[in-house]
């Protein structure tokens, strides 16, 4: 139930969304509403009344199992957070909170400020006559977090009992130091060179055999001129 005057068009739409949710929930519940301005059904808080939109009773009676707030656009503001919201989430009751597909996000930041922690976030949005319903968040329940919470030391003593593996021996290192690729390539560039070197001793040689010795010619032609000089 808004502390403000919701606009006619959206306190509709408001209304439609709690009768829906009442018809949804009949069957598991026993569910009062508060529509308008009403103010049928309350929780107390302290000795303080509260009036949610919806109260859910478990059929066999005892304490509500849930309340529900439906808020529209112009509902979803730092006053309505801060005045109902954290009212709300302070219950013992699980709280639910729907607001418009589009006011999600605001209602994040909200509650985030105000550090509400409703039990579910639901979105809502309508087509036609139909009323489409999505939920946000859901927080676990108080039975799911004991068994979380059980399930952690359990969780941290098996790993506390397992023996610790030992490091990994170091690689001694050997005496023979590895060569480097760079002196790799000047053995095998010298090694080449020895070849080559030996291969061509033996193809000089045999070239220097082959080859005929250069003829003296230049003291045999003064030794004709000579000779013919005197001749004459």
């Not at 977090?145 to 952690?152: G, P």
């Not at 941290?156 to 480097?180: F, Y």
Request: proline residues 7%; positive net charge; hydrophobic residues 40%.
């Amino acid at each position: 139930m808004a502390i403000f005057v919701r606009p006619v068009r959206e306190q509709v739409e408001h209304d439609r969304v709690i009768r829906f949710l009442q018809t949804r929930w009949r069957r598991r519940f026993a569910v009062e509403i508060n529509t308008g301005e009403e103010r049928a059904a309350s929780i107390r808080l302290r000795e303080t009344p509260l009036y949610p939109d919806l109260i859910l009773t478990p059929t066999d009676g005892g304490k509500p199992h849930a309340i529900v707030e439906v808020e529209t656009g112009e509902s979803v503001n730092h006053l309505e957070a801060l005045s109902q919201w954290v009212a709300f989430s302070k219950a013992k009751a699980r709280f639910y909170l729907y607001v418009p597909a589009a006011s999600v996000d605001t209602a994040r930041r909200l509650c985030t400020a105000f550090r509400v922690a409703p039990s579910e976030i639901w979105s809502y949005h309508t087509l036609g006559d139909q009323i489409r319903f999505t939920q946000v968040t859901r927080a676990p329940a108080a039975g799911e977090r004991t068994a979380e919470a059980a399930v952690k030391p359990v969780r941290a003593k098996s790993a506390a009992k397992r023996p610790a593996r030992a490091p990994a021996r170091a690689a001694k290192p050997s005496g023979k130091t590895k060569s480097t690729p760079r002196a790799t390539v000047k053995r095998a560039a010298k090694a080449v060179t020895r070849r080559t070197g030996r291969a061509e001793r033996p193809a000089r040689a045999a070239a220097a055999r082959k080859t005929p010795p250069a003829r003296k010619t230049t003291g045999t032609r003064r030794a004709k001129t000579v000779r013919a000089q005197k001749r004459r």
